[in-house]
């Protein structure tokens, strides 16, 4: 029976494995195959003179990421990966890779990134690569532990919608019979309407689409947002359950991917302890002002702003009290200082990862809100009829999932973290 190359060791005396051929080399009387599957990579021996003709010819025959499988013997080797090397009594060549290949999975050829998209089934063979997405997966998993754990219930949420979320013009249209529908910004509406049915507290992960023209490291028009909303909550409980979530998931990622962060070369991985530092949004202006980057009250935090204040917090932190200028009509503003509003941004020290708020829950400064910003109240009846039978007070917050891997992981561009990322320029594979 075949078992996972991680679980070979001399002790096996005999092992069936199958995976992908990661290196050949021959040295004449030997040639020696790396073998490699989603667990690790296994030395594979073949001394030419002992044996037989058939795997002598399957050899041969395999190229560089061919998929192989070989049963035979297991010894213990000081000179091969793991300490343990197999030599073949059977080898086949199950399907054969075509030569040359796209890029080198190997990585002793470096690709650029684009390269590496367009072939990405090839890219996410390699040990470092697949390392990102078996993190991603603890992370995520762990978010919904915690979240399940912590009594929310899981929804998903209409993708394609009649309304903006926000108002904004950055929506994909797209033909629906004979109806103006556009891909979903956010779930929000969606999250605010299940709180006046009651659910309490509710979570989605899920995509979500933006048609901003951007071109940056961190920025794609499809991500992945994790997103919550908490009945009988303000932003202060919001912010604990966001940073307790953040915590818990690295956590869970220390705890259950010390492989994959050692192919990362992330030894001294960090752990955020919660709970998370706090400064308003006038004290991250003037911190950023006081170092060049000039900014003045309703100005949103520039690049160059967000690096200055990572910079000084030095690790995970709160930006609250946001002016209300700044904010979609859905949140709540302070009674006493109106242009101030309830809502907060999780910022990494290198970017912003989360925005959250309480909302507004009256129906009547809903509609007001609305209006101030220049949106017409009719176009979200349907929002704003469950505002109309009972409302509680609630907030919540989206995190983008490839942002807290790109940050978790120290990744270079945020489409190292996506699958198949898409963005302005790239539609396929």
């Known amino acids: 029976m075949r078992i996972p190359i991680k679980d070979v060791t001399p002790e096996c005396e ?57 049963e035979g013997v297991v010894k213990a080797t000081d000179k091969a990966p793991g300490g343990r090397e197999l030599v ?45 997405f078996l993190i991603r997966n603890a992370a995520l998993r762990a978010v919904s532990e915690f979240l399940w754990d912590h009594h929310f219930t899981q929804v998903q949420t209409p993708k394609v919608v009649a309304a903006a979320t926000e108002g904004g013009t ?44 951007h071109n940056t490291v961190r920025h794609l028009n499809e991500a992945t947002s994790i997103d919550i909303e908490m009945s009988f909550a303000d ?15 690295y956590g869970k990622v220390a705890d259950t991917c010390s492989n994959e962060l050692a192919v990362l070369g992330l030894n001294d991985f960090e752990v955020p302890t919660a709970p998370f530092p ?23 935090l520039t690049t160059a702003a967000e690096k200055i204040v990572g910079e000084e917090m030095g690790t995970m932190y709160f930006v609250t009290e946001w002016p209300s200028s700044t904010r979609p009509f859905y949140t709540m503003a302070f009674e006493d200082r109106p242009e101030v509003c309830r809502a907060f941004d999780m910022m990494h020290p290198r970017m912003e990862l989360s925005s959250g708020a309480q909302r507004c829950h009256v ?39 490839e942002r807290l891997v790109m940050t978790m992981l120290d990744l270079q561009n945020i489409r190292e973290g996506v699958l198949f990322p898409r963005d302005r320029h790239r539609v396929s594979p």
């Open 88 to 132: 073949p009594e059977t080898l086949k060549v199950i399907s054969r890779a075509d030569t040359p290949l796209p890029l080198d999975v190997s990585e002793k050829v470096p690709a650029e990134l684009d390269t590496r998209l367009d072939n990405r089934y090839l890219d996410l063979r390699k040990p470092r690569v697949n390392s990102i």
């Open 363 to 401: 129906h009547s400064k809903l509609v007001e809100q609305i209006k101030g910003k220049g949106l017409n109240p009719d176009a979200f009846e349907f929002y704003l009829n469950p505002f109309r039978y009972g409302m509680p007070p609630h907030a919540g917050w989206g995190l983008g999932a």
């Open 170 to 213: 950055e929506l994909f249209p797209l033909a629906y019979f004979d109806k103006e529908a556009f891909l979903n910004q956010s779930p929000q509406l969606y999250k605010q309407m299940l709180m006046s049915a009651g659910f309490d507290r509710v979570y989605e992960i899920g995509p979500i689409f933006r048609a901003e023209e």
């Open 278 to 300: 706090k400064i308003t949004y006038q004290e991250a202006i003037e911190i950023a002002s006081k170092k060049g980057e000039a900014l003045t009250f309703g100005d949103d």
């Open 14 to 70: 005999r092992a069936e494995v199958a995976g992908w051929v990661h290196e050949e080399r021959d040295l004449g009387g030997l040639t020696f195959l790396l073998v490699r599957d989603r667990t690790g990579i296994l030395q594979v021996t073949i001394p030419k003179k002992k044996v037989s003709p058939e795997v002598l010819a399957a050899v041969k025959e395999a190229s560089r990421e061919s998929v192989i499988s070989c």
């Open 235 to 249: 932003e202060k409980d919001a912010m604990k359950v966001l940073e307790e979530v953040v915590s818990y998931a």
